[in-house]
């Protein structure tokens, strides 16, 4: 049984990471840092809670640490971590920026130890939908993707997500980079406009970017002030188009109280649009969403079994679509990769 210890007891941390851990066969959630220790218990009695990342550092039964804390502190945090001889899995972004990222990779390297960063939404209902359809080849040739993650949250906000450097793109960006990077590989270009649209609004609040390849378009598009917000996926190739609309419910599952294992976990009710080449349309049921998976991957590599579910390889490359993004916007220019 490999022994994990969690970083932080807000959303990322008791939404998605503590119950996955503690569903997954030969993990354990044996220590959580948090200054919420009443909260822990409630769930999670059997977890030694502590104040700080130290004193799970100086426990030398602990195999991995999960990093479900603020981007600021990823990259100290990472460092630390590995310092110690701890496997790291940190919640996405990988670090604030490329250059930390690329350090911090180079030290897992380095030091011999897994790294491996929390790209959740692989396990979408809705992308392993759209994986599905692709393999089979129901839409033939990829020539152009939309994938949104758009919300309506009018007043600027005041947590500490409201005023992250990157704001959204920053935030959901890298769910949807990674997305893309999964399904096409690294794109030659990022055109990206990045912008605060709220009143009084503290960081980006809508990103439009798209991903060139040479022979299809990528559009990812955040938005916080879009009342429709249904739209998740239209992608078109050249046998048909499959359009989706809602997003993967997993995430407010966990919210409600409902967890893995539990009948209904990962079930989307809202089923896709296939259009075909000939004009007929039918219904895709969606797959079942799986975020178990990051974390049996995870078991799995601490048994020597495989290797971790998202490569740090994998993590720098959306980090660099990230930067990319960034530095199109500032700069009012296409980047090329």
């Known amino acids: 049984m490999h022994r994990i210890a969690l970083i932080g007891f807000g959303l990322a941390g008791k939404a998605f990471h503590a119950p996955l851990i503690a569903a997954t066969p030969g993990l354990k959630l044996a220590a959580v840092v948090s200054s919420r220790a009443a909260d822990v218990a409630v769930e999670y009695p059997d977890a030694l809670v502590v104040p700080t990342l130290e004193a799970v550092l100086a426990d030398c039964s602990i195999d991995l640490v999960v990093l479900a804390t603020p981007d600021h502190l990823h990259t100290e945090q990472a460092l630390a971590a590995l310092d110690a001889g701890k496997h790291v899995v940190i919640d996405k972004p990988l670090a604030p920026t490329l250059e930390e990222a690329r350090r911090v990779a180079a030290y897992a390297a380095a030091r011999g130890l897994m790294l491996s ?4 939404r692989r396990w979408d209902a809705d992308f392993l939908t759209l994986r599905r359809l692709i393999a089979e080849g129901v839409l033939g040739e990829i020539t152009a993707m939309e994938s949104r993650f758009d919300r309506f ?3 600027p906000g005041e947590r500490w997500k409201d005023r992250r450097a990157g704001g959204v793109w920053q935030d959901l960006g890298p769910h949807l980079a990674d997305q893309a990077l999964v399904l096409f590989g690294r794109p030659q270009a990022v055109s990206a406009d990045l912008a605060v649209l709220k009143l009084g609004g503290h960081a980006v609040d809508h990103a439009e970017v798209l991903l060139r390849y040479s022979d299809r378009r990528v559009s990812l598009h955040i938005s916080q002030l879009t009342a429709d917000h ?3 996926l239209a992608v ?3 046998r048909g188009s499959f359009v989706k609309h809602g997003l993967d419910n997993q995430e407010e599952q ?3 109280g409902v967890r893995p294992g539990d009948p209904a976990w990962g ?4 089923p896709g649009r296939l259009t075909q080449a000939d004009g007929t349309i039918s219904v895709v049921v969606p ?3 799986d975020y178990l998976a990051f974390y049996r991957g995870v078991a799995a590599a601490l048994a020597g079994k495989g290797p971790m579910p998202v490569s740090a390889e994998e993590a720098l490359a959306v980090m660099e679509v990230i930067a990319a993004g960034i530095a199109s916007s500032d700069q009012r220019r296409e980047i090329l990769l």
């Open 117 to 120: 960063v929390f790209h959740n």
């Open 153 to 155: 949250r009018p007043e």
């Open 230 to 232: 249904a739209l998740r």
């Open 236 to 238: 078109h190739g050249t």
């Open 254 to 256: 966990s919210k409600a």
């Open 267 to 270: 079930i989307d009710p809202s």
């Open 287 to 289: 797959e079942r969403g």
